[in-house]
């Protein structure tokens, strides 16, 4: 089978990065959304108990359902599109799929029984009351990880098909329909939002877990997937997609790991309210992590997977070295303007109900330090998953180990002796992922004989400099503009944050333009073409 020229898999992966962006941008405002709704509605009591039992189900979806089994599955089945068709990709998705149901469930039956101990290990300094809630609204929402797992599978099956707009807007599903039901089913059961409304919170989250499922549905259909069950394991395409898991469970989970250690730090902070800002500040942050990065990386995996399937390693070149320059591209303004312009932002998206201004400045500040490891983020997003379309999967994972252990170390200076609070977490979850970054990078270099290193450099020092006007408009805007920020109107803030993020915009796209940029115009390009306007 043929295997289309890099410079043909690159303009695919632009169109393709431009309605993953899209569809992702969607997903994260609904889930900025469903942040609010829950500061709004739920003091810092109630929110720290549901973000503390979200944590496991959650982690356990990026460890194994969009972490491990995504990244296995779509590198073995998109290899066997390359090189056996796709009868043999099909056979190999109902295989999957069966085991998946499975597994998932038995882990889902497991997590239930075993909650209290894992509730005992991640809040075991949490008062009583906290502890038994956090218990009760675990185990109710441990199933979302089965179906997250399957709906992780269709995502892949659609994706490695060239199909990226649905499974892209299926977590916005997810986030609409926890919004809708988790409020809905939350005010039935108390009016006043409290405690016992977060049964109904969870219940709604489940719901949301079973939409991003089945809204894949039709396309799958449509590619010419048809459901069977199939208990043949004992095949060689299930062996590969364990044997790449076993490693990739342990190399995505460096962030996740990272960010639930936190928040075991975080309950150790004298009083309410730690674990809530980091979640919402993470959440933030994740903005344009999704609508960048992880779009970027989810086009870019599938094209390296069919190149190293037919051993071209300069195709493979050319695609990391082009995602990972537009991924900078397209993050660093945001991370400078994160860090610059922390506090209008939060206030103009939270500052309302229980959330005070008192909670702006503590979420803000853990913002600004989550804010300085974005691009490295995004790197990883690109760089890692190529490590198993290229047989290299223990790399990452060794990789990993190290960086888990270094976001412990550092936590404990950043927070205890260094006195840095909250803000110390943030800031060793982000030095973490630049130095995890800096090893991905190195080791594929070498292996794959080159990233165009040199043109990369050269790209960041621009964008550095591009980067100095928009970092000067937000403080001055913070300076003339949000003075008042703690009593300002909500309109008036609102028309003052747009205006600044306009100008600051403008202020950087005018700097890349004088500097020539390769990458903006394949930005622009995909501009044009989602405007529909011609070239």
């Given at each position: 089978?043929?295997?289309?020229?890099?410079?043909?898999?690159?303009?695919?992966?632009?169109?393709?990065?431009?309605?993953?962006?899209?569809?992702?941008?969607?997903?994260?405002?609904?889930?900025?959304?469903?942040?609010?709704?829950?500061?709004?509605?739920?003091?810092?009591?109630?929110?720290?108990?549901?973000?503390?039992?979200?944590?496991?189900?959650?982690?356990?979806?990026?460890?194994?359902?969009?972490?491990?089994?995504?990244?296995?599955?779509?590198?073995?089945?998109?290899?066997?599109?390359?090189?056996?068709?796709?009868?043999?990709?099909?056979?190999?998705?109902?295989?999957?799929?069966?085991?998946?149901?499975?597994?998932?469930?038995?882990?889902?039956?497991?997590?239930?029984?075993?909650?209290?101990?894992?509730?005992?290990?991640?809040?075991?300094?949490?008062?009583?009351?906290?502890?038994?809630?956090?218990l009760q609204l675990t185990q109710i929402m441990f199933p979302f990880i089965l179906l997250v797992s399957l709906a992780a599978l269709a995502m892949g099956m659609l994706n490695a098909k060239n199909v990226f707009g649905m499974p892209a807007?299926?977590?916005?599903?997810?986030?609409?329909?926890?919004?809708?039901?988790?409020?809905?089913?939350?005010?039935?059961?108390?009016?006043?939002?409290?405690?016992?409304?977060?049964?109904?919170?969870?219940?709604?989250?489940?719901?949301?877990?079973?939409?991003?499922?089945?809204?894949?549905?039709?396309?799958?259909?449509?590619?010419g997937f048809r459901l069977h069950l199939d208990f043949a394991w004992r095949d060689e395409g299930v062996r590969q997609i364990l044997i790449l898991m076993g490693p990739a469970v342990i190399a995505a989970s460096a962030v996740q790991v990272?960010?639930?250690?936190?928040?075991?730090?975080?309950?150790?902070?004298?009083?309410?309210?730690?674990?809530?800002?980091?979640?919402?500040?993470?959440?933030?942050?994740?903005?344009?992590?999704?609508?960048?990065?992880?779009?970027?990386?989810?086009?870019?995996?599938?094209?390296?997977?069919?190149?190293?399937?037919?051993?071209?390693?300069?195709?493979?070149?050319?695609?990391?070295?082009?995602?990972?320059?537009?991924?900078?591209?397209?993050?660093?303004?945001?991370?400078?303007?994160?860090?610059?312009?922390?506090?209008?932002?939060?206030?103009?998206?939270?500052?309302?109900?229980?959330?005070?201004?008192?909670?702006?400045?503590?979420?803000?500040?853990?913002?600004?330090?989550?804010?300085?490891?974005?691009?490295?983020?995004?790197?990883?997003?690109?760089?890692?998953?190529?490590?198993?379309?290229?047989?290299?999967?223990?790399?990452?994972?060794?990789?990993?180990?190290?960086?888990?252990?270094?976001?412990?170390?550092?936590?404990?200076?950043?927070?205890?002796?260094?006195?840095?609070?909250?803000?110390?977490?943030?800031?060793?979850?982000?030095?973490?992922?630049?130095?995890?970054?800096?090893?991905?990078?190195?080791?594929?270099?070498?292996?794959?004989?080159?990233?165009?290193?040199?043109?990369?450099?050269?790209?960041?020092?621009?964008?550095?400099?591009?980067?100095?006007?928009?970092?000067?408009?937000?403080?001055?805007?913070?300076?003339?503009?949000?003075?008042?920020?703690?009593?300002?109107?909500?309109?008036?803030?609102?028309?003052?944050?747009?205006?600044?993020?306009?100008?600051?915009?403008?202020?950087?796209?005018?700097?890349?333009?004088?500097?020539?940029?390769?990458?903006?115009?394949?930005?622009?390009?995909?501009?044009?073409?989602?405007?529909?306007?011609?070239?």
């Open positions: 089978m043929t295997t289309p020229s890099a410079q043909q898999q690159n303009q695919l992966s632009k169109r393709a990065a431009g309605v993953v962006g899209l569809a992702v941008a969607c997903s994260r405002v609904l889930g900025l959304v469903r942040e609010v709704v829950l500061a709004a509605l739920f003091g810092k009591y109630a929110t720290d108990v549901f973000y503390q039992a979200f944590r496991v189900p959650n982690l356990l979806r990026d460890l194994f359902a969009e972490g491990a089994l995504s990244t296995a599955f779509i590198t073995t089945f998109s290899k066997k599109i390359a090189t056996e068709g796709d009868g043999s990709a099909w056979r190999l998705a109902n295989k999957m799929a069966t085991l998946t149901t499975v597994f998932m469930s038995l882990v889902t039956l497991l997590g239930v029984v075993f909650a209290p101990q894992l509730i005992n290990i991640l809040a075991g300094a949490w008062p009583s009351d906290k502890q038994a809630l956090t807007m299926a977590s916005s599903f997810f986030n609409l329909g926890s919004i809708v039901a988790g409020v809905s089913l939350g005010w039935w059961m108390d009016p006043h939002f409290g405690s016992r409304s977060l049964i109904g919170l969870s219940m709604g989250t489940l719901i949301g877990g079973l939409l991003q499922l089945v809204v894949q549905f039709p396309a799958l259909w449509k590619v990272n960010v639930m250690v936190n928040a075991n730090f975080a309950s150790h902070i004298l009083g309410d309210g730690p674990v809530s800002w980091l979640q919402q500040s993470f959440r933030l942050m994740q903005l344009p992590l999704g609508i960048f990065g992880v779009a970027v990386g989810t086009v870019t995996l599938p094209v390296v997977s069919r190149f190293a399937a037919v051993q071209d390693l300069s195709g493979v070149r050319s695609t990391l070295s082009h995602g990972l320059r537009l991924a900078f591209l397209l993050t660093i303004p945001c991370a400078v303007g994160l860090i610059f312009f922390a506090e209008p932002i939060i206030s103009l998206i939270y500052q309302r109900g229980e959330f005070a201004y008192f909670s702006t400045q503590q979420t803000a500040a853990a913002l600004q330090f989550y804010a300085v490891g974005l691009v490295a983020y995004s790197g990883i997003k690109v760089l890692a998953p190529a490590f198993y379309a290229l047989n290299r999967r223990n790399l990452p994972m060794m990789v990993s180990f190290f960086s888990i252990a270094t976001n412990y170390l550092l936590n404990q200076v950043f927070t205890f002796q260094l006195g840095f609070g909250h803000r110390g977490l943030a800031l060793s979850t982000s030095l973490v992922a630049i130095i995890n970054f800096a090893i991905l990078y190195l080791m594929m270099a070498r292996h794959i004989e080159g990233l165009e290193t040199r043109m990369l450099l050269k790209n960041l020092g621009k964008l550095a400099l591009a980067s100095l006007p928009l970092a000067l408009v937000c403080v001055a805007a913070n300076r003339w503009l949000f003075a008042g920020l703690a009593t300002m109107a909500f309109l008036p803030k609102l028309v003052a944050v747009l205006g600044t993020i306009i100008l600051a915009a403008a202020a950087f796209g005018i700097s890349v333009a004088l500097l020539r940029i390769e990458e903006v115009e394949d930005v622009l390009a995909i501009i044009r073409r989602k405007l529909g306007l011609r070239q």
